[in-house]
């Protein structure tokens, strides 16, 4: 019926370019918007631009292991061949392709992953998803990707750590997710590649402790919004790719502390940001923070400082040891609100703001997620008995609630300067 | 025979289009709104009166829509635009089939009207009382990147990265997120490009208010931009009809009722 000869995109060019416009939208900003920006974070943006713009697929070849959550250990699906590629999404567009299939007052991280796998649009698209029974919106979204086609196993998740029952259970769990991958994979798991696995994973994770030694300083070299981006891209990219772009990283950080290049105004205050995830492209709250002159110098998320603060422990290096202590990283050391008590968060949160200096903490969970809902009562007291100014808010994945939620930070941050002042 | 006049008297433009008995067009003329929205009328209507060699007698009925419809005293009548956007929308797409939805996009407003088979209005959506994502928006893009409005479409299709979109449609806010883009040195083709999304996505939230359905008609004068209806397509994602002169349809179809109105008076 047009008039006009063009094209119409397909659904799938128009979930992309909806996509690449959000991507680009917030590396430009990240790119441009502040001040003395670091070179070797050009890798890391670069990457993002190449995946959510260019749809550039980084593991032809290779068999990509789906994981839904961080309890699915990295390190035994490396020993079996695999890549990991974390399908927790970030993505606007995906979450209002999601919304069509889930509950309306779903979590959007659930509706955009939800809604990626229906759109069935990957550029690493996974060859098996394996589901751990965490959170409930997690657990039952299994069952609608299934519905769709994908070849997904749940993995059994205790919801309680301070059993020793519980840790038996989720020890067996793990051993059964290695039964099935090494089903999958056709490879039996071996000594030799679980512990070069579990060495590798261990040196990201030191690079991240690394990292983080920078902005424990008074001079805070880089944003809180560039190592979310650079933890988020260990959810998908080469793992040995990473380990280089984050060393560089290290190396100009060092020069930069040196010669007290600092990314933040001359009082912006500390903060330490916990609860929902922000996932790329969906920084909306920790850009609003750094754009109203805070800086995040820590965070107790599980898109970043969950996946790398806590290091497999083994004590001797045969393959039952190993299974063990990869186990109870995935349990003991997690602090998600999953769990029925869950005072490690508490006591976590306390321990970033005592070792990061921070001055407040920023409390977000997304509407719909009941967990991150519901505990935020506890971790307010608590912080209060601390005498730990904090800011509780809620938000989703739509690109337009922007003005309420900066004034409310904008105040939160300017009472936190107030404060400093009043201290001096 | 006897003539009719649709006046249809915009924010940005004043449109009239004359038809005879038999509802065909004949002539139509657009100027400037500028200050003086009845005097600058009635000069256009003698203009086009004197170019079609007819004189202002021969005019039976006169029809003024439009948002300064009440300002033209002269007027037999004046109708609501929805109506005579609606009418005129039918008539002139009359040979590509059945027209459901019309999204219309002004100097100063825009809506998406809905249809039933009958072509009566069953249900409409305006945007808010601000001029965000409407004709004047483009204007102020166009300026800020030193251009005339008419190239935007050039531009558009020219775009070879990804989209750079505006935040708000809001024409003051907006010229600075593009100031913004500006000085960081982006590609003028991309950031047009992202301006027409940014209005399509919005227009499209419109029509989604009254339903979409298939058969979308597309007029006001940004229908002129083939960039933007190239956006509206992709993010509706159905083609949608763009009439030859897209910025006379509502005074056609005020000038269309003037046949109706007049013979149904007269008989």
Request: glycine share 6%.
């Amino acid at each position: 019926m047009s008039n006009i000869n063009h094209n119409i995109e397909s659904p799938k060019e128009k979930q992309n370019r909806h996509k690449a416009m959000e991507a680009i939208k917030l590396l430009n900003t990240l790119r441009e918007d502040f001040k003395a920006p670091i070179k070797s974070m050009e890798y890391f943006y670069d990457l993002f631009e190449r995946v959510h713009c260019k749809h550039e697929s980084l593991h032809d070849g290779k068999t990509k292991i789906g994981t839904m959550c961080i309890q699915i250990p990295s390190e035994i699906i490396y020993a079996l061949d695999g890549v990991p590629v974390r399908l927790c999404n970030g993505f606007y567009t995906d979450d209002e392709i999601g919304s069509d299939l889930m509950p309306q007052k779903a979590c959007p991280l659930i509706k955009a992953t939800v809604g990626h796998f229906a759109s069935g649009n990957f550029t690493d698209k996974p060859d098996i998803v394996f589901s751990p029974t965490t959170c409930d919106q997690k657990t039952k979204a299994g069952t609608t990707i299934e519905s769709f086609g994908y070849k997904l196993i749940d993995i059994d998740f205790p919801r309680t750590k301070e059993s020793e029952a519980s840790r038996e259970y989720w020890r067996r769990s793990v051993k059964q997710f290695a039964v099935e991958l090494s089903k999958f994979q056709g490879k039996k798991l071996n000594r030799t590649d679980l512990r070069n696995a579990i060495k590798k994973i261990g040196y990201a994770q030191s690079l991240y402790h690394k990292l983080s030694d920078f902005r424990k300083k008074e001079i805070v070299p880089i944003l809180g919004l560039d190592v979310f981006l650079v933890t988020n891209a260990f959810f998908f990219d080469k793992i040995d790719n990473w380990i280089e772009a984050t060393e560089k990283l290290i190396s100009e950080l060092e020069i930069r502390a040196k010669e007290k290049i600092t990314v933040t105004g001359k009082a912006s205050p500390r903060i330490v940001y916990t609860g929902s995830p922000p996932i790329f492209p969906n920084y909306k709250i920790p850009q609003i923070i750094e754009e109203s002159d805070g800086i995040i110098v820590a965070d107790e998320t599980c898109s970043s400082n969950r996946m790398f603060n806590d290091m497999v422990a083994v004590d001797e290096w045969n393959i039952y040891d190993m299974m063990d202590s990869i186990s109870d990283k995935y349990l003991k050391a997690c602090t998600c609100p999953i769990f029925t008590k869950n005072e490690d968060r508490i006591r976590r949160v306390v321990q970033l703001v005592k070792e990061y200096k921070a001055e407040g903490v920023i409390y977000q969970a997304f509407a719909g997620c009941t967990v991150y809902e519901m505990e935020q009562r506890s971790v307010l007291e608590a912080m209060e008995k601390e005498g730990i100014p904090i800011l509780y808010l809620e938000s989703d994945y739509s690109p337009s609630q922007g003005g309420q939620l900066s004034t409310r930070v904008e105040a939160f941050i300017e009472s936190l300067k107030t404060r400093r002042r009043k201290k001096k | 025979m006897k003539y009719f006049a649709g006046i249809d008297i915009g924010s940005t433009a004043i449109k009239i289009s004359i038809v005879d008995e038999n509802k065909n067009l004949i002539g139509s003329k657009i100027s400037a709104s500028g200050s003086m929205f009845y005097k600058y009328a009635q000069e256009t209507l003698d203009a086009l009166t004197n170019e079609l060699e007819l004189n202002n007698n021969n005019i039976a009925y006169i029809v003024a829509t439009g948002y300064g419809r009440k300002l033209y005293k002269e007027a037999d009548e004046n109708i609501s635009e929805i109506t005579a956007n609606a009418i005129g929308a039918r008539a002139a797409a009359s040979e590509f089939g059945e027209i459901k939805t019309i999204i219309n996009i002004g100097g100063q407003d825009s809506k998406a009207i809905s249809l039933d088979s009958e072509g009566n209005v069953v249900n409409f959506a305006m945007n808010d009382r601000c001029a965000a994502g409407t004709g004047k928006f483009l204007d102020v893009v166009a300026l800020k990147l030193e251009m005339d409005v008419n190239m935007l479409g050039e531009y558009h299709f020219r775009s070879q990265g990804t989209p750079l979109s505006v935040s708000s449609t809001c024409a003051v806010f907006a010229e600075s997120e593009i100031i913004g883009l500006l000085g960081n040195d982006h590609s003028i083709e991309d950031i047009v490009c992202g301006v027409h999304y940014s209005i399509a996505k919005r227009i499209v939230k419109l029509v989604k208010r009254v339903g979409i359905k298939e058969g979308v008609y597309f007029d006001g004068g940004p229908a002129l931009n083939a960039g933007l209806v190239n956006a509206i397509e992709n993010e509706l994602g159905q083609r949608i009809f763009v009439p030859k002169n897209p910025q006379i349809t509502t005074s056609f179809g005020a000038a269309i009722m003037g046949v109706d109105s007049y013979n149904y008076e007269n008989n």
